[in-house]
């Protein structure tokens, strides 16, 4: 071995020496894993039905105004999952009973508040009572259309809102789990009474290809289920709060860099 090798195989335990000194602080200095993360980890499903305008399958794909809500809350929370279409009745009894469940869109009422965690509004909404013009309905409050046949969706709010007082399926209530079953009942005079939400009524007679000012008359308002009741996204109630909380904060974010805003101005 030459001089300068010897001299430099020398100095190399010195060297390593120094370079510890700066790596190992750096070692040590790692922050600790954050709490939230391992919830991040676990697996998500995101449910919801077919509520045109607000969500709905078109050419295959699963769109709507809520829908793109959804997505980019989702997205700026930095989560990713598939979101499911399927009759609100499945997927209300998952956002129930299973783990790490989001559903939406969801009527924010008194009698759901306990049986979920709440994410935030994605919509306003305004809900009637509809009758069709050639069979005119008579009625001047809620308690009269119990004389009458009225259409639901199964576990939707209309239902639950008319069974707490003290509507009876099989008597007064028919339940259907698709909600265009409904305008086909009440056009067709197989019910007498629709409770739906505004929008929803409006774009289901359009697909039908007719035209809602003719086909639908508002027979009675439902301010209980207006406004502030909305369409939420809402996790169950077996979802870890960390995850919940990084949702609430997401969302926000979107209605703050104005990403909200965007969405609706498209839809509206």
């Known amino acids: 071995m030459n001089a300068p090798l010897l001299h430099s195989t020398r ?55 809520n829908t793109e809500v959804v997505e980019a809350t989702l ?9 499911q279409s399927m009759p609100w009745a ?9 783990h790490n469940v989001l559903i939406f869109s969801m009527a924010r009422i008194p009698e ?35 004389a009458y046949q009225n259409g639901v969706v199964k576990q939707d709010v209309g239902e639950l809102y008319l069974l707490a ?14 909600r265009e079953l409904n305008y086909e009942k009440l056009k067709f005079g197989h019910i007498d009474l629709w409770i739906a939400n505004e929008l929803n009524a409006i774009y289901l007679a359009r697909q039908a290809g007719d035209d809602p000012a003719k086909t639908l008359v508002r027979v009675l ?24 909380e990084r949702l609430r904060q997401a969302l926000q974010r979107v209605h703050d860099n104005g990403t909200y805003a965007a969405i609706a101005r498209k839809w509206m």
């Open 11 to 65: 100095r190399l335990p010195l060297l390593l020496a120094v370079l510890a000194t700066f790596v190992l602080p750096a070692v040590q200095a790692e922050p600790a894993r954050s709490p939230v993360e391992p919830a991040l980890q676990m697996p998500l499903q995101v449910v919801t039905e077919e509520l045109p305008p607000y969500n709905m399958t078109v050419d295959g794909r699963l769109t709507g105004m």
């Open 90 to 98: 499945r997927a209300y009894d998952l956002a129930l009973h299973d």
């Open 112 to 146: 759901r508040e306990a049986l979920f965690q709440w994410v935030g509004a994605l919509a306003t909404t305004r809900w009637f009572m509809y009758s069709y013009p050639d069979r005119p309905i008579p009625i001047q409050r809620l308690e009269d259309a119990k």
């Open 165 to 178: 007082r003290g509507f009876r399926n099989g008597i007064n209530l028919q339940s259907s789990n698709r």
């Open 221 to 244: 308002a439902l301010p209980d289920l207006s406004g502030d009741a909305g369409l939420y996204m809402a996790f169950s109630l077996k979802t870890p709060a960390p995850v919940v």
């Open 75 to 83: 997205k700026e929370a930095g989560l990713s999952a598939p979101i």
